[in-house]
Protein backbone atom coordinates (compact mmCIF):
# COMPACT_ATOMS: atom_id res chain seq x y z
CA UNK A 1 0.00 0.00 0.00
CA UNK A 2 0.98 3.46 -0.97
CA UNK A 3 2.65 5.65 2.09
CA UNK A 4 5.52 7.33 3.13
CA UNK A 5 7.43 6.12 6.16
CA UNK A 6 8.22 8.57 9.39
CA UNK A 7 12.14 9.29 9.69
CA UNK A 8 11.64 10.97 12.90
CA UNK A 9 9.82 13.31 14.50
CA UNK A 10 10.95 16.82 16.49
CA UNK A 11 10.03 18.58 19.31
CA UNK A 12 8.76 22.59 18.60
CA UNK A 13 10.86 23.36 22.16
CA UNK A 14 13.24 21.43 22.88
CA UNK A 15 14.06 20.11 19.32
CA UNK A 16 14.72 16.86 20.69
CA UNK A 17 14.26 13.78 18.35
CA UNK A 18 12.09 10.78 18.61
CA UNK A 19 11.73 7.49 16.99
CA UNK A 20 8.30 7.11 15.45
CA UNK A 21 7.49 4.65 17.39
CA UNK A 22 8.58 5.55 21.03
CA UNK A 23 5.85 8.43 21.51
CA UNK A 24 2.56 8.85 20.33
CA UNK A 25 1.40 12.50 20.91
CA UNK A 26 3.47 15.64 22.15
CA UNK A 27 7.11 15.54 23.32
CA UNK A 28 7.40 13.45 26.56
CA UNK A 29 9.84 16.17 28.19
CA UNK A 30 7.93 19.36 27.76
CA UNK A 31 4.70 18.82 26.18
CA UNK A 32 5.85 20.36 22.91
CA UNK A 33 3.82 19.57 19.63
CA UNK A 34 5.76 17.68 17.39
CA UNK A 35 6.48 17.81 13.76
CA UNK A 36 6.48 14.39 11.69
CA UNK A 37 9.65 14.16 9.46
CA UNK A 38 9.35 11.80 6.23
CA UNK A 39 11.51 9.72 4.66
CA UNK A 40 11.42 11.48 1.27
CA UNK A 41 12.59 14.42 2.90
CA UNK A 42 16.30 12.52 2.59
CA UNK A 43 15.23 11.05 -0.11
CA UNK A 44 12.91 12.76 -2.73
CA UNK A 45 13.04 9.77 -5.41
CA UNK A 46 11.16 7.43 -3.07
CA UNK A 47 8.12 9.81 -4.70
CA UNK A 48 6.99 9.07 -8.31
CA UNK A 49 5.75 12.79 -8.84
CA UNK A 50 4.08 12.21 -12.17
CA UNK A 51 2.01 9.24 -10.92
CA UNK A 52 0.33 11.80 -7.92
CA UNK A 53 -0.44 14.22 -10.90
CA UNK A 54 -2.11 11.58 -13.17
CA UNK A 55 -4.12 10.35 -10.49
CA UNK A 56 -7.81 10.52 -10.68
CA UNK A 57 -8.13 10.30 -7.19
CA UNK A 58 -9.48 14.15 -6.45
CA UNK A 59 -9.69 13.34 -2.57
CA UNK A 60 -6.58 13.54 0.26
CA UNK A 61 -5.82 9.96 -0.69
CA UNK A 62 -4.38 11.27 -3.69
CA UNK A 63 -1.47 12.75 -2.01
CA UNK A 64 -1.15 8.73 0.02
CA UNK A 65 2.95 8.39 -1.23
CA UNK A 66 3.31 12.24 0.86
CA UNK A 67 1.43 10.84 3.81
CA UNK A 68 2.49 8.71 6.79
CA UNK A 69 -0.98 6.72 6.79
CA UNK A 70 -1.98 4.49 3.85
CA UNK A 71 -5.62 5.19 2.30
CA UNK A 72 -7.72 2.47 4.10
CA UNK A 73 -10.48 2.22 1.54
CA UNK A 74 -13.31 2.66 1.47
CA UNK A 75 -13.84 4.31 -1.78
CA UNK A 76 -17.32 5.56 -2.27
CA UNK A 77 -17.94 6.71 1.10
CA UNK A 78 -17.27 10.33 2.29
CA UNK A 79 -13.46 9.23 3.34
CA UNK A 80 -13.06 9.52 -0.56
CA UNK A 81 -14.73 12.86 -0.60
CA UNK A 82 -12.28 14.37 1.62
CA UNK A 83 -10.46 17.44 0.17
CA UNK A 84 -10.07 18.39 -3.32
CA UNK A 85 -11.94 21.91 -2.65
CA UNK A 86 -12.44 24.19 -5.20
CA UNK A 87 -10.24 27.76 -5.52
CA UNK A 88 -12.32 30.53 -6.52
CA UNK A 89 -11.31 33.60 -8.89
CA UNK A 90 -14.28 35.23 -7.90
CA UNK A 91 -14.32 38.52 -10.39
CA UNK A 92 -16.37 41.08 -8.12
CA UNK A 93 -14.61 40.49 -5.39
CA UNK A 94 -11.24 41.06 -7.42
CA UNK A 95 -12.90 43.93 -8.95
CA UNK A 96 -14.40 45.77 -5.54
CA UNK A 97 -11.11 45.03 -3.88
CA UNK A 98 -8.88 46.10 -7.34
CA UNK A 99 -7.06 42.76 -6.65
CA UNK A 100 -6.45 41.09 -9.95
CA UNK A 101 -4.64 38.55 -8.59
CA UNK A 102 -7.27 37.16 -5.73
CA UNK A 103 -8.13 33.48 -5.14
CA UNK A 104 -10.74 32.02 -2.05
CA UNK A 105 -9.95 28.30 -1.61
CA UNK A 106 -13.51 27.18 0.18
CA UNK A 107 -13.54 24.28 2.46
CA UNK A 108 -17.33 24.00 3.00
CA UNK A 109 -17.73 21.17 -0.02
CA UNK A 110 -15.92 18.48 1.99
CA UNK A 111 -18.09 16.21 3.78
CA UNK A 112 -18.67 17.85 7.28
CA UNK A 113 -18.61 21.07 5.91
CA UNK A 114 -15.23 22.20 6.98
CA UNK A 115 -11.78 22.06 6.85
CA UNK A 116 -11.05 19.25 9.65
CA UNK A 117 -12.14 16.88 7.80
CA UNK A 118 -8.69 16.51 6.28
CA UNK A 119 -7.22 16.19 9.81
CA UNK A 120 -9.74 13.61 10.66
CA UNK A 121 -9.41 11.45 7.44
CA UNK A 122 -5.70 10.82 8.01
CA UNK A 123 -6.54 10.72 11.80
CA UNK A 124 -9.54 7.67 11.22
CA UNK A 125 -7.15 6.01 8.94
CA UNK A 126 -4.62 5.61 11.38
CA UNK A 127 -7.11 4.49 13.89
CA UNK A 128 -8.36 1.79 11.79
CA UNK A 129 -4.56 0.32 11.21
CA UNK A 130 -3.78 0.31 14.76
CA UNK A 131 -7.10 -1.82 15.45
CA UNK A 132 -7.71 1.46 18.08
CA UNK A 133 -11.97 0.82 19.62
CA UNK A 134 -12.54 4.15 20.35
CA UNK A 135 -11.27 7.58 18.74
CA UNK A 136 -12.11 10.74 21.24
CA UNK A 137 -11.86 14.57 20.35
CA UNK A 138 -12.56 17.47 22.50
CA UNK A 139 -13.80 20.29 19.78
CA UNK A 140 -15.48 23.44 19.42
CA UNK A 141 -17.62 21.85 17.29
CA UNK A 142 -15.95 21.08 13.71
CA UNK A 143 -13.28 18.85 14.52
CA UNK A 144 -15.75 16.44 16.32
CA UNK A 145 -18.40 17.09 13.28
CA UNK A 146 -15.37 16.33 11.12
CA UNK A 147 -14.36 13.19 13.57
CA UNK A 148 -18.15 12.07 13.46
CA UNK A 149 -18.29 12.43 9.86
CA UNK A 150 -15.38 10.32 8.89
CA UNK A 151 -16.06 7.13 12.31
CA UNK A 152 -19.37 7.06 10.35
CA UNK A 153 -18.07 6.15 7.11
CA UNK A 154 -15.94 3.79 7.91
CA UNK A 155 -17.51 2.20 10.96
CA UNK A 156 -15.65 3.16 13.25
CA UNK A 157 -16.50 4.55 17.04
CA UNK A 158 -15.94 8.01 18.26
CA UNK A 159 -16.84 10.39 21.49
CA UNK A 160 -16.92 13.80 21.22
CA UNK A 161 -16.19 16.46 23.72
CA UNK A 162 -17.70 19.68 23.23
CA UNK A 163 -18.29 22.51 25.39
CA UNK A 164 -21.64 23.49 26.11
CA UNK A 165 -21.95 27.01 24.35
CA UNK A 166 -20.96 25.05 20.94
CA UNK A 167 -23.63 26.10 18.38
CA UNK A 168 -26.30 23.91 18.00
CA UNK A 169 -25.88 23.09 14.22
CA UNK A 170 -22.54 21.54 15.31
CA UNK A 171 -24.01 19.53 18.12
CA UNK A 172 -26.93 18.24 15.63
CA UNK A 173 -24.47 17.37 13.37
CA UNK A 174 -22.32 15.30 15.69
CA UNK A 175 -25.25 13.58 17.05
CA UNK A 176 -26.84 12.89 13.66
CA UNK A 177 -23.62 11.09 12.75
CA UNK A 178 -24.26 8.59 15.70
CA UNK A 179 -20.89 9.81 17.75
CA UNK A 180 -21.35 9.95 21.40
CA UNK A 181 -21.38 13.54 22.25
CA UNK A 182 -20.97 14.69 25.81
CA UNK A 183 -21.40 18.36 26.28
CA UNK A 184 -18.48 20.08 29.05
CA UNK A 185 -20.21 22.78 31.24
CA UNK A 186 -16.54 24.67 30.87
CA UNK A 187 -14.78 26.22 27.57
CA UNK A 188 -13.67 24.56 24.79
CA UNK A 189 -9.54 24.36 26.62
CA UNK A 190 -11.98 22.60 29.97
CA UNK A 191 -13.26 19.92 27.56
CA UNK A 192 -9.46 19.30 25.70
CA UNK A 193 -8.58 18.65 29.35
CA UNK A 194 -10.79 16.37 30.15
CA UNK A 195 -10.05 14.56 26.93
CA UNK A 196 -6.64 14.07 27.48
CA UNK A 197 -7.45 12.29 31.57
CA UNK A 198 -9.89 10.15 29.61
CA UNK A 199 -7.28 8.86 26.91
CA UNK A 200 -4.70 8.22 29.71
CA UNK A 201 -7.15 6.88 32.00
CA UNK A 202 -9.09 4.50 29.55
CA UNK A 203 -6.58 4.37 26.74
CA UNK A 204 -8.85 6.22 24.07
CA UNK A 205 -7.20 6.99 20.80
CA UNK A 206 -7.11 11.17 20.81
CA UNK A 207 -7.62 12.91 17.71
CA UNK A 208 -7.43 16.73 19.23
CA UNK A 209 -6.02 19.28 17.62
CA UNK A 210 -2.20 20.34 18.40
CA UNK A 211 -1.86 16.85 20.18
CA UNK A 212 -2.22 13.85 17.93
CA UNK A 213 1.17 14.63 15.45
CA UNK A 214 -0.83 12.98 12.53
CA UNK A 215 -3.65 16.19 12.13
CA UNK A 216 -1.36 18.53 10.41
CA UNK A 217 -0.36 15.54 8.21
CA UNK A 218 -3.81 15.18 6.76
CA UNK A 219 -4.10 19.46 7.67
CA UNK A 220 -1.24 20.01 4.54
CA UNK A 221 -2.86 18.23 1.90
CA UNK A 222 -4.73 21.93 1.17
CA UNK A 223 -1.13 23.00 0.62
CA UNK A 224 -0.55 20.06 -2.64
CA UNK A 225 -4.01 21.04 -3.81
CA UNK A 226 -3.06 25.42 -3.55
CA UNK A 227 0.10 23.93 -5.45
CA UNK A 228 -1.33 21.53 -8.27
CA UNK A 229 -4.02 24.40 -8.93
CA UNK A 230 -1.02 27.02 -9.65
CA UNK A 231 0.95 24.61 -11.41
CA UNK A 232 -2.02 24.39 -14.59
CA UNK A 233 -2.11 28.20 -14.76
CA UNK A 234 0.62 31.41 -15.20
CA UNK A 235 -1.35 34.34 -13.84
CA UNK A 236 0.90 33.50 -10.66
CA UNK A 237 3.72 31.39 -9.44
CA UNK A 238 2.52 29.45 -5.97
CA UNK A 239 5.79 30.96 -4.74
CA UNK A 240 4.66 34.71 -4.85
CA UNK A 241 1.22 33.65 -2.82
CA UNK A 242 0.27 35.55 0.33
CA UNK A 243 -1.60 32.68 1.72
CA UNK A 244 -4.30 34.73 4.32
CA UNK A 245 -5.30 31.70 7.04
CA UNK A 246 -8.18 32.08 10.19
CA UNK A 247 -6.28 30.59 12.98
CA UNK A 248 -7.38 29.61 16.66
CA UNK A 249 -4.64 26.54 17.88
CA UNK A 250 -2.78 27.41 14.59
CA UNK A 251 -3.08 23.72 13.41
CA UNK A 252 -4.17 24.33 9.88
CA UNK A 253 -1.77 27.36 9.19
CA UNK A 254 0.88 24.78 10.67
CA UNK A 255 -0.49 22.00 8.42
CA UNK A 256 -0.59 23.95 5.25
CA UNK A 257 3.19 25.15 6.52
CA UNK A 258 4.22 21.45 6.14
CA UNK A 259 2.73 20.42 3.30
CA UNK A 260 4.81 23.58 1.80
CA UNK A 261 8.27 22.23 3.34
CA UNK A 262 7.10 19.20 2.41
CA UNK A 263 6.91 20.27 -1.05
CA UNK A 264 10.05 22.31 -0.88
CA UNK A 265 12.09 19.22 0.20
CA UNK A 266 11.22 17.44 -2.80
CA UNK A 267 12.44 20.31 -5.00
CA UNK A 268 9.04 20.54 -6.52
CA UNK A 269 8.41 24.30 -5.54
CA UNK A 270 11.69 26.62 -5.34
CA UNK A 271 11.11 28.72 -2.40
CA UNK A 272 8.00 29.12 0.03
CA UNK A 273 5.28 31.26 0.19
CA UNK A 274 4.42 33.80 2.60
CA UNK A 275 1.60 32.41 5.42
CA UNK A 276 -0.68 35.77 7.04
CA UNK A 277 -2.16 34.29 10.52
CA UNK A 278 -5.70 36.18 11.15
CA UNK A 279 -6.88 36.32 14.42
CA UNK A 280 -10.16 37.39 16.56
CA UNK A 281 -9.22 40.63 18.49
CA UNK A 282 -10.68 38.43 21.41
CA UNK A 283 -8.98 35.41 20.60
CA UNK A 284 -5.36 37.06 20.03
CA UNK A 285 -2.84 35.03 21.47
CA UNK A 286 -0.38 34.17 19.01
CA UNK A 287 -1.28 37.39 17.28
CA UNK A 288 -0.23 39.04 20.39
CA UNK A 289 3.03 36.93 20.88
CA UNK A 290 3.84 38.02 17.34
CA UNK A 291 3.23 41.67 18.02
CA UNK A 292 5.70 41.82 21.63
CA UNK A 293 8.10 39.37 19.41
CA UNK A 294 7.44 37.18 21.86
CA UNK A 295 9.15 33.39 22.55
CA UNK A 296 6.27 32.27 24.53
CA UNK A 297 2.76 32.51 24.02
CA UNK A 298 0.33 33.70 26.95
CA UNK A 299 -3.20 32.22 27.11
CA UNK A 300 -5.49 34.94 26.95
CA UNK A 301 -9.16 34.75 28.02
CA UNK A 302 -11.03 34.07 24.69
CA UNK A 303 -14.54 36.31 24.12
CA UNK A 304 -14.80 36.25 19.71
CA UNK A 305 -18.16 34.57 18.68
CA UNK A 306 -16.34 33.30 16.14
CA UNK A 307 -16.57 29.77 18.00
CA UNK A 308 -14.21 27.51 15.93
CA UNK A 309 -11.54 30.40 16.31
CA UNK A 310 -11.90 30.94 20.05
CA UNK A 311 -9.15 29.61 21.83
CA UNK A 312 -7.72 30.69 25.66
CA UNK A 313 -4.20 28.85 25.08
CA UNK A 314 -3.83 27.28 21.23
CA UNK A 315 -2.20 24.32 21.52
CA UNK A 316 0.12 24.47 18.29
CA UNK A 317 0.53 28.41 18.88
CA UNK A 318 4.64 27.94 18.54
CA UNK A 319 4.82 26.36 15.36
CA UNK A 320 2.12 28.72 13.90
CA UNK A 321 4.00 31.64 15.45
CA UNK A 322 7.30 30.09 14.13
CA UNK A 323 5.76 29.45 10.67
CA UNK A 324 4.34 32.73 9.88
CA UNK A 325 7.52 34.63 11.06
CA UNK A 326 9.69 32.27 8.92
CA UNK A 327 7.70 32.67 5.82
CA UNK A 328 8.01 36.37 5.86
CA UNK A 329 4.51 37.04 6.70
CA UNK A 330 2.72 38.54 9.43
CA UNK A 331 -0.47 38.04 11.77
CA UNK A 332 -3.32 40.24 12.11
CA UNK A 333 -6.74 40.69 14.19
CA UNK A 334 -9.90 41.50 13.18
CA UNK A 335 -13.01 42.95 15.70
CA UNK A 336 -16.34 40.59 15.34
CA UNK A 337 -17.73 43.26 13.87
CA UNK A 338 -15.11 43.17 10.63
CA UNK A 339 -15.59 39.15 11.21
CA UNK A 340 -19.56 39.63 10.70
CA UNK A 341 -19.55 42.33 7.98
CA UNK A 342 -17.04 39.78 5.83
CA UNK A 343 -19.72 37.02 6.02
CA UNK A 344 -22.37 38.62 3.28
CA UNK A 345 -18.95 39.81 1.26
CA UNK A 346 -17.98 36.13 0.33
CA UNK A 347 -21.96 35.71 0.77
CA UNK A 348 -22.01 38.13 -2.38
CA UNK A 349 -19.65 36.00 -4.38
CA UNK A 350 -21.99 32.85 -3.97
CA UNK A 351 -19.79 31.57 -0.94
CA UNK A 352 -21.32 31.03 2.81
CA UNK A 353 -18.57 31.29 5.49
CA UNK A 354 -19.25 30.86 9.21
CA UNK A 355 -17.53 33.46 10.94
CA UNK A 356 -14.27 32.13 11.72
CA UNK A 357 -13.94 31.21 7.60
CA UNK A 358 -15.11 35.04 7.30
CA UNK A 359 -12.12 35.97 9.51
CA UNK A 360 -9.10 35.28 6.33
CA UNK A 361 -11.05 37.64 4.25
CA UNK A 362 -11.75 40.34 7.02
CA UNK A 363 -8.04 39.74 7.85
CA UNK A 364 -7.34 40.81 4.15
CA UNK A 365 -9.27 43.96 3.80
CA UNK A 366 -8.45 45.10 7.31
CA UNK A 367 -4.57 44.32 5.36
CA UNK A 368 -5.61 46.77 2.22
CA UNK A 369 -6.78 49.24 4.22
CA UNK A 370 -3.27 50.04 6.02
CA UNK A 371 -1.15 49.46 2.84
CA UNK A 372 -1.36 46.08 1.63
CA UNK A 373 -0.67 45.53 -1.95
CA UNK A 374 -3.28 45.15 -4.10
CA UNK A 375 -1.55 43.82 -6.84
CA UNK A 376 0.14 41.52 -4.62
CA UNK A 377 -1.00 37.28 -5.52
CA UNK A 378 -3.13 36.89 -2.67
CA UNK A 379 -5.55 33.71 -1.68
CA UNK A 380 -7.79 33.03 1.28
CA UNK A 381 -8.79 30.50 2.81
CA UNK A 382 -12.25 29.72 4.00
CA UNK A 383 -12.60 27.03 6.09
CA UNK A 384 -15.89 26.38 6.78
CA UNK A 385 -19.79 26.49 5.70
CA UNK A 386 -21.84 29.43 7.14
CA UNK A 387 -24.40 26.60 7.57
CA UNK A 388 -22.35 25.91 10.98
CA UNK A 389 -23.30 28.86 12.68
CA UNK A 390 -26.70 30.91 10.67
CA UNK A 391 -27.22 32.46 14.31
CA UNK A 392 -23.87 34.32 13.49
CA UNK A 393 -25.27 35.24 9.93
CA UNK A 394 -28.21 36.14 11.11
CA UNK A 395 -26.47 38.82 12.73
CA UNK A 396 -24.46 39.66 10.01
CA UNK A 397 -27.27 40.76 7.72
CA UNK A 398 -30.67 42.92 7.98
CA UNK A 399 -33.97 41.26 8.07
CA UNK A 400 -36.22 40.42 4.61
CA UNK A 401 -39.47 42.31 4.90
CA UNK A 402 -42.58 40.35 5.89
CA UNK A 403 -45.45 41.30 2.87
CA UNK A 404 -49.37 40.66 2.57
CA UNK A 405 -49.42 37.98 -0.55
CA UNK A 406 -50.42 40.69 -2.82
CA UNK A 407 -48.31 42.35 -5.98
CA UNK A 408 -49.15 45.97 -4.45
CA UNK A 409 -47.52 44.98 -1.05
CA UNK A 410 -44.22 43.01 -3.55
CA UNK A 411 -44.15 45.96 -5.63
CA UNK A 412 -43.69 48.58 -2.36
CA UNK A 413 -40.74 46.63 -1.15
CA UNK A 414 -38.77 45.73 -4.55
CA UNK A 415 -36.90 47.72 -6.32
CA UNK A 416 -37.02 45.58 -9.26
CA UNK A 417 -40.70 46.17 -10.09
C1 LIG B 1 -10.62 24.95 13.47
C2 LIG B 1 -11.00 26.04 12.55
C3 LIG B 1 -10.18 27.15 12.32
C4 LIG B 1 -8.88 27.37 13.03
O1 LIG B 1 -7.96 26.32 12.94
P1 LIG B 1 -6.83 26.16 14.06
O2 LIG B 1 -6.09 24.95 13.67
O3 LIG B 1 -7.56 26.03 15.36
O4 LIG B 1 -6.01 27.39 14.02
C5 LIG B 1 -10.61 28.11 11.43
N1 LIG B 1 -11.79 28.00 10.81
C6 LIG B 1 -12.62 26.95 11.00
C7 LIG B 1 -13.91 26.90 10.27
C8 LIG B 1 -12.25 25.94 11.87
O5 LIG B 1 -13.09 24.91 12.08
ZN1 LIG C 1 10.39 18.84 23.72
Redesign the pocket.
Known sequence: MLMMTINHLTCSICGRTYAPDSVQYCCPADGGNLTVHLAFEDQPELVDRESILGSRDRSVWRYAPLLPVADPGFAGTPLHRVGGTPVYELPGIRRSLGMPKLWVKDESPNPSA???DRASAIVIAAAISRGEKLTVAASTG??GAAMACMAAATGQKCLILAPRTAPPAKVAQLLSFGAQVVLVDGSYDDAFELSLQATEAFGWYNRN?GFNYLTAEGKKTAAFEIWEFFLHRNEAEVEDLNIFI????????TGIWKGFKDLLALGWIGKLPRLIGVQAEGSAAIANAYAQGAAVIEAVRSTTLAD??S?DLPR?GLR?LHAVRESGGEYITVSDAEILAAIPSLGGAGIFA?P??AAAFAGLRKALQSGYNPAQPSLVMV??SGLKDVRAATQAVSQAPTIAPTLAALKEVTKHA
Open positions: SFKNATPVGDGNILSIVDAEAATG
